[in-house]
Protein backbone atom coordinates (compact mmCIF):
# COMPACT_ATOMS: atom_id res chain seq x y z
CA UNK A 1 0.00 0.00 0.00
CA UNK A 2 1.11 3.66 -0.94
CA UNK A 3 0.84 6.52 1.80
CA UNK A 4 0.51 9.94 0.64
CA UNK A 5 1.54 12.50 3.05
CA UNK A 6 1.35 16.03 2.10
CA UNK A 7 1.62 17.77 5.55
CA UNK A 8 2.87 21.64 6.67
CA UNK A 9 4.30 21.19 10.00
CA UNK A 10 5.25 23.72 12.40
CA UNK A 11 7.67 23.48 15.27
CA UNK A 12 5.79 22.27 17.39
CA UNK A 13 4.80 19.30 15.12
CA UNK A 14 1.45 20.79 14.75
CA UNK A 15 -0.56 20.06 11.37
CA UNK A 16 -1.41 23.63 9.49
CA UNK A 17 -3.15 24.31 5.73
CA UNK A 18 -1.08 25.35 2.88
CA UNK A 19 -1.77 29.10 3.11
CA UNK A 20 -1.12 29.48 7.37
CA UNK A 21 3.10 28.50 6.74
CA UNK A 22 4.60 30.59 9.50
CA UNK A 23 8.52 31.40 10.47
CA UNK A 24 9.90 27.73 11.55
CA UNK A 25 6.94 26.02 9.89
CA UNK A 26 7.69 23.96 6.22
CA UNK A 27 5.62 21.27 3.86
CA UNK A 28 6.05 17.73 3.44
CA UNK A 29 4.77 15.58 0.81
CA UNK A 30 5.58 12.33 0.46
CA UNK A 31 4.79 9.27 -1.51
CA UNK A 32 6.11 5.58 0.20
CA UNK A 33 4.99 2.27 0.38
CA UNK A 34 4.45 1.28 4.02
CA UNK A 35 5.60 -2.01 3.29
CA UNK A 36 9.18 -2.61 2.28
CA UNK A 37 10.10 -6.28 0.87
CA UNK A 38 13.86 -7.50 1.40
CA UNK A 39 15.22 -9.75 -0.51
CA UNK A 40 16.14 -12.95 0.75
CA UNK A 41 19.82 -12.18 1.19
CA UNK A 42 18.68 -9.59 4.22
CA UNK A 43 19.74 -6.57 3.19
CA UNK A 44 18.71 -5.85 -0.36
CA UNK A 45 15.34 -3.56 -0.47
CA UNK A 46 12.72 -2.64 -2.64
CA UNK A 47 10.88 0.90 -1.44
CA UNK A 48 9.64 3.11 -3.51
CA UNK A 49 9.27 6.69 -1.90
CA UNK A 50 9.05 9.98 -3.34
CA UNK A 51 9.95 13.34 -2.32
CA UNK A 52 7.41 15.55 -4.28
CA UNK A 53 7.99 18.73 -5.85
CA UNK A 54 5.20 20.13 -3.54
CA UNK A 55 7.49 19.42 -0.58
CA UNK A 56 10.14 22.63 -1.73
CA UNK A 57 12.63 20.58 1.14
CA UNK A 58 15.30 17.93 0.95
CA UNK A 59 14.44 14.71 3.11
CA UNK A 60 16.89 12.24 4.59
CA UNK A 61 15.06 8.97 5.11
CA UNK A 62 16.20 6.23 7.40
CA UNK A 63 14.22 3.31 9.04
CA UNK A 64 14.57 2.47 12.54
CA UNK A 65 14.08 -0.83 14.44
CA UNK A 66 13.86 -0.03 18.20
CA UNK A 67 17.02 2.18 18.31
CA UNK A 68 18.81 0.26 15.51
CA UNK A 69 18.76 2.53 12.33
CA UNK A 70 19.13 -0.01 9.47
CA UNK A 71 19.27 2.56 6.40
CA UNK A 72 19.86 6.18 5.92
CA UNK A 73 19.35 7.48 2.71
CA UNK A 74 21.65 10.51 1.25
CA UNK A 75 19.85 13.59 0.54
CA UNK A 76 16.63 13.20 -1.48
CA UNK A 77 15.66 16.63 -3.30
CA UNK A 78 12.09 17.61 -4.18
CA UNK A 79 11.09 15.34 -7.40
CA UNK A 80 13.66 12.75 -6.30
CA UNK A 81 12.53 9.17 -5.66
CA UNK A 82 14.65 6.22 -4.49
CA UNK A 83 13.35 2.65 -5.30
CA UNK A 84 15.69 -0.05 -3.62
CA UNK A 85 17.48 0.33 -0.35
CA UNK A 86 20.69 -1.87 1.34
CA UNK A 87 20.17 -2.59 4.92
CA UNK A 88 23.09 -2.10 7.39
CA UNK A 89 22.92 -5.22 8.59
CA UNK A 90 20.95 -8.44 7.31
CA UNK A 91 17.82 -9.74 8.75
CA UNK A 92 16.34 -13.50 9.00
CA UNK A 93 12.72 -14.24 6.87
CA UNK A 94 9.80 -13.19 8.27
CA UNK A 95 7.76 -10.02 9.01
CA UNK A 96 9.13 -6.94 10.83
CA UNK A 97 7.55 -3.68 12.29
CA UNK A 98 9.78 -0.51 11.80
CA UNK A 99 9.57 3.45 11.35
CA UNK A 100 10.75 5.16 8.44
CA UNK A 101 11.76 8.72 9.42
CA UNK A 102 11.80 11.63 7.45
CA UNK A 103 14.15 14.12 8.28
CA UNK A 104 13.13 17.47 6.35
CA UNK A 105 15.99 19.99 5.50
CA UNK A 106 15.16 23.14 4.42
CA UNK A 107 17.56 24.75 0.68
CA UNK A 108 20.53 25.92 3.04
CA UNK A 109 20.80 22.71 4.95
CA UNK A 110 19.11 22.96 7.60
CA UNK A 111 17.03 20.46 9.88
CA UNK A 112 13.38 21.96 10.40
CA UNK A 113 11.43 18.77 11.45
CA UNK A 114 10.81 14.63 11.08
CA UNK A 115 7.84 12.68 10.21
CA UNK A 116 7.88 9.05 11.64
CA UNK A 117 5.25 6.60 9.68
CA UNK A 118 5.24 2.86 10.74
CA UNK A 119 6.14 0.29 7.89
CA UNK A 120 6.76 -3.23 7.84
CA UNK A 121 10.08 -4.96 6.85
CA UNK A 122 8.52 -8.13 4.99
CA UNK A 123 11.51 -10.26 4.61
CA UNK A 124 11.50 -13.41 1.90
CA UNK A 125 12.41 -17.04 2.53
Known amino acids: DDVDLALACGADGAHVGQSDLAAGEAHS ?22 NRDLSGNAVVLSILMGQTELYRSESIA ?7 IRLSQ ?20 NYLFANRIPVTLDVAK
Open 29 to 50: ATTATSVIEIAADGVTGTWNYE
Open 78 to 84: PGERIEE
Open 90 to 109: PLSAGAYEAVAVTAIYDADG
